[in-house]
């Protein structure tokens, strides 16, 4: 007797992804990763060369130090406001000025 042959898997059909097949998304990701590294190596070599040393070699290390500072103060920020501290923005302690200017005074 003669053996028959297995079948080959086919490929997946009707628009499925397989398993061995990177999608868009994959893509994406991997480029960003690449893009990200190669900013932070070439950055930092360039700001290396300039003479900055430890943390200051970062490239655009001020603005990053601003965002991230930003951040802490709106998580302080949000925490103190749910320990029930009031800030002068609240309704509760809104005062309209006394006179009849506005909070300002009159120009004669």
Known sequence: PTPTPTPKPQPAQGGGSSDDTLNGGVIFLILFA???ACYILIGGAIRRHQGY???RQC???EFWRACFRSVRNGCSLRRESS????????RESYRPATN????YSSID
């Open 100 to 103: 009849p200017y506005g909070g």
């Open 59 to 61: 490239p655009n290390y």
């Open 34 to 36: 690449c893009a990200i």
């Open 53 to 55: 040393q430890g943390l």
């Open 83 to 90: 320990a029930g501290i009031s800030f002068p923005s609240d």
